[in-house]
């Protein structure tokens, strides 16, 4: 069925930007252990070590998201949502996904391009002496975040299609297919 098929091509995408995030979790915690002995055991301190840890921790989160959310891990009312059955839940998600996931999703992504590409045309960097060049980088994560976020809320809303269609069993969640 095609349906379920387009499902499974944006369940691999929103998978493939949650093994991205896993990886730049561990850049992060090497840069972390790195900063930490450069600081404690050689009194050196780096300001672009420093910002680089928030621009991985920014991109492990704003790319981790799209994987949360085809792995069913976002917020939800659990108290409530949790004694439905799987068709109700299934038009709950597609529900919210199309009113409030989507709109929000790309409002925040037409917004950010602009955000990154005025920073791109300024040549924005750090304000800090020795901080990082190109903040561009980092600011055009956002609105590609949120692009992502969208197509893997479309994943959601085929997900649920499928659930209250009949096309698929509701569970709460398939691993990766490797």
């Not at 972390?32 to 070590?49: A, L």
């Not at 420093?50 to 998201?65: M, T």
């Not at 990082?132 to 975040?145: E, H, M, T």
Request: aromatic share 14%; proline share 4%.
């Amino acid at each position: 069925m095609f349906l379920l098929r387009l499902e499974q091509v944006i369940n691999s995408f929103s998978d493939i930007l949650g093994k991205i995030s896993a990886v730049l979790f561990v850049l992060m915690l090497f840069n972390v252990f790195i900063d930490v002995v450069m600081r404690y055991v050689f009194n050196d301190v780096s300001i672009g070590m420093q910002e680089l840890e928030w621009h991985l921790y920014a991109s492990v989160f704003l790319l981790g998201v799209p994987y949360t959310l085809r792995a069913g891990g976002h917020v939800r009312v659990d108290l409530i949502y949790e004694r439905l059955s799987a068709k109700t839940k299934a038009l709950i998600d597609m529900i919210c996904t199309v009113i409030l996931l989507i709109p929000f999703c790309a409002l925040v992504a037409w917004y950010g391009v602009d955000f990154a590409r005025e920073s791109f045309e300024l040549g924005e960097m750090s304000g800090d002496p020795g901080g990082l060049p190109y903040r561009w980088i980092i600011k055009s994560v956002i609105p590609f975040a949120f692009f992502a976020m969208l197509i893997s809320g479309i994943g959601l809303f085929l997900k649920s299609l499928n659930i209250y269609l009949g096309y698929r069993q509701a569970d709460h969640y398939e691993p990766p297919q490797h």
